[in-house]
């Protein structure tokens, strides 16, 4: 590594040496590109300088409250090695190191501090340099880091980008909810979610969000879970359900609804009406098989051949068939409907976000178009007396392939895609 390159990759890391260094954090929540002047809350003191809460580029601060600091962009060649107690000396060495044109345009500057950014890979690293009302700023002021905290950084550091492409997820349950969480972790920053049904204890067990949110819708809470878990990341939520949703948006507004209601009889009925109406929109369809028996992700783009209904069976002349990937053998009940209420049917969360990853991957760009699917243990399956299907076994002894392109099941004679 040459000197240029060791400079450039200390920039890169410069957050964490300063807090190696012991310099206090103050977060940042949007990127400072484009601004020369920015805002500090500060709450005064009655002696000496006042200590600053948060700084912000737009958000209104009170006038009593409010200092302003201009933004300076420094070479990382020219900034002293940080400390954090900085002195007379360490100003005076940054002065010194500057070129003379930015000396002088850094001693004239008004306000009531400076944000050194360093220019690094991820959109900068930044040093807040706080005098207050003091005249003779070199000789008493206060250093921060700023630990950047907006989307576009958040997503460059973990190697990824802020995708703009619009995602809706159908359904915010134990699978729904771990698709939107990884969703908005690798970068999709416009997501909606659709959910009629509010958080309940039995959902603990597997379902992304806490106790906290018990009684609460779970597309609002799932919605305030994720802008406090991704900074800058705009989510639409819905309580109610996918035909609700559908007399008030349009399909063709997004690039990719992800419909994990666990209910194939109804999305098959959707399919159809996404054919007929020629959506132009990727749908993507993931359920998983009770007792941990397995998963499936399936993504269709409609007007083209391949649908979930062609993994049907074709001469089944019952309204509702069988899926022929199905993994319990058909004919048994995994679940017991006493209540009349609807039955819960036994997975983990494990196996719910594994079949999420699977369907999360599929709503990225460049995904190939194609049916994912996993099979894990029978151990749950024979503890409930459950017998899985030849599917199950062809998939983990593997005889038939985790992920099939769409041409590997196409159903001659579809009765939804037509093929
Ligand atoms: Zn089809």
Same mark, same amino acid.
Request: glycine share 10%; proline share 6%; net charge negative.
């Given at each position: 590594m040459n000197e240029a390159e060791r400079l450039h990759a200390f920039a890169d890391e410069l957050e964490s040496y300063a807090r190696k260094v012991g310099i206090h954090a103050l977060t940042?929540?949007?990127?400072?590109? *484009?601004?020369?002047r920015v805002h500090a809350a500060v709450t005064p003191k009655s002696k000496g300088l006042g200590q600053i809460e948060r700084i912000n580029s737009s958000e209104v601060i009170s006038k009593t409250q409010r200092h302003s600091l201009f933004v300076f962009d420094v070479d990382i060649g020219d900034l002293p090695p940080l400390v954090n107690k900085p002195s007379f000396d360490w100003w005076n060495s940054l002065c010194q190191r500057l070129p003379v044109k930015s000396r002088c345009r850094l001693e004239k500057k008004r306000g009531c501090g400076v944000i050194l950014r360093v220019p690094n890979r991820f959109g900068g690293a930044h040093i807040l340099l706080y005098w207050g009302g003091n005249k003779v700023r070199s000789q008493h002021f206060q250093i921060y880091r700023l630990e950047s905290a907006y989307h576009e950084y958040l997503t460059r550091r973990v190697g990824q980008h802020s995708l703009s492409r619009r995602v809706a997820v159908i359904g915010v349950g134990a699978v729904g909810s771990r698709v939107a969480e990884h969703l908005a972790l690798t970068g999709i920053k416009h997501l909606t979610l659709v959910d009629s049904d509010d958080m309940s204890?039995?959902?603990? *067990?597997?379902?992304?969000? #806490?106790?906290?949110?018990?009684?609460?819708?779970k597309a609002f809470s799932m919605a305030a879970h994720l802008c406090n878990r991704m900074p800058g990341i705009d989510i639409t939520p819905f309580d109610c359900s996918f035909r609700k949703w559908l007399t008030i948006a349009q399909p063709n507004d997004f690039d990719v609804i992800i419909l994990a209601i666990g209910n194939l009889a109804e999305e098959r009925l959707w399919y159809r009406r996404a054919w007929r109406e020629g959506w132009t929109c990727r749908l993507v369809s993931t359920f998983v098989e009770a007792a941990n028996l397995g998963g499936h992700a399936i993504s269709m783009q409609p007007s083209e051949p391949g649908c979930?209904?062609?993994?049907?069976?074709?001469?089944?002349?019952? @309204?509702?068939g069988t899926l022929r990937t199905v993994m319990l053998e058909p004919g048994? #009940? #995994? #679940?017991?409907?006493?209540? *009349?209420?609807g039955a819960f049917t036994p997975y983990s969360a494990i196996t719910a976000t594994r079949t999420a990853l699977l369907a999360a991957e599929l709503a990225l760009? *460049?995904? @190939?178009i194609g049916y994912h699917r996993w099979a894990g243990s029978d151990e749950s399956a024979a503890a409930l007396n459950l017998r899985p299907s030849s599917f199950w076994h062809a998939l983990r002894e593997g005889r038939t392939l985790p992920f099939i392109t769409r041409e590997s099941y196409l159903r001659d004679g579809c009765p939804c895609c037509g093929n």
């Open positions: 940042l929540d949007a990127p400072l590109r *484009g601004f020369k204890a039995n959902n603990l *067990g597997r379902h992304v969000l #806490s106790r906290n949110f018990l009684g609460m819708n979930l209904e062609c993994l049907y069976e074709a001469e089944d002349p019952a @309204a509702l048994q #009940s #995994s #679940s017991q409907e006493i209540s *009349g209420c760009p *460049g995904a @190939a």
